[in-house]
């Protein structure tokens, strides 16, 4: 069975500073993706970025980027020159290869001080 | 931007009622999800739909629920006996494709079950 962990259910960040969200996951299977989504306050889920575990390179969105260590089964997300606007809920998924559903982390909270 | 939209945005009911959670997926996608989320817990999957039959589901998703697509916009989720148990908040998603394809999410249905 998939899982998914992330460790650390809040995080705070000053206004243009650069912050790391951890994430682990388990899967059985070597076809397989991973996401990160971000939740606003009463706002939808929107992707934030997405890596296919067969690319060794790590995914970028401009200020977003991952560091996918697949050995160790982790895929953290970085966030460069903090905003306000970061300010959510972020959720850590994994989808396997053949398989439509999502499996999430707990979520972390993202708080940015001004 | 088009985006997924779900109503109610909260939704009381009795226990043992029948409730219908409506969602209109974006227009050009063929995938649709149910997601639930209890207070507290991690995003859990239930169903995904396509081609106007259910394509995987969860184990969660017993004969108590149902989904339906009744036109050619909305996608319906039904609790046939409501217990206290499915009080959660319940997320609907489209994708174009399946697996590694971007599923977007609406803002979801708070149901609180009395």
């Known amino acids: 069975a998939q899982t998914v962990t992330q460790s650390q259910p809040e995080m705070s960040v000053q206004e243009a500073e650069t912050v790391t969200l951890s994430c682990t996951y388990d899967?059985?299977?070597?076809?397989?993706?991973l996401f990160w989504y971000k939740q606003p306050p009463s706002r939808q889920m929107i992707l934030v970025i997405r890596q296919e575990a067969y690319k060794q390179q790590n995914a970028t969105e401009n200020r977003f980027s991952v560091n996918f260590q697949k050995a160790a089964k982790s895929f953290s997300l970085k966030i460069s020159d903090s905003q306000l606007g970061d300010a959510a809920m972020y959720f850590c998924?994994?989808?396997?290869?053949?398989?439509?559903?999502?499996?999430f982390g707990k979520g972390m909270k993202l708080t940015v001080n001004p | 931007e088009p985006e997924v939209t779900q109503t109610p945005s909260h939704q009381v009911t009795q226990m043992g009622q029948e409730v219908i959670l409506r969602c209109v997926p974006i227009s050009n996608h063929l995938y649709f999800y149910w997601y639930r989320q209890i207070l507290g817990q991690k995003v859990e999957f239930l169903v995904s739909f396509y081609n106007n039959e259910i394509s995987e589901k969860s184990e969660i998703f017993d004969d108590q629920f149902s989904v339906e697509r009744p036109d050619g916009s909305n996608f319906t989720l039904k609790i046939r006996s409501t217990k206290l148990e499915d009080s959660a908040m319940y997320f609907c998603?489209?994708?174009?494709?399946?697996?590694?394809?971007?599923?977007?999410f609406g803002a979801g249905t708070r149901l609180s079950v009395l």
């Open positions: 998924a994994c989808a396997q290869g053949g398989s439509e559903k999502l499996v």
């Open positions: 899967t059985s299977e070597s076809d397989y993706y």
């Open positions: 998603a489209s994708s174009e494709a399946r697996t590694a394809n971007i599923q977007y």
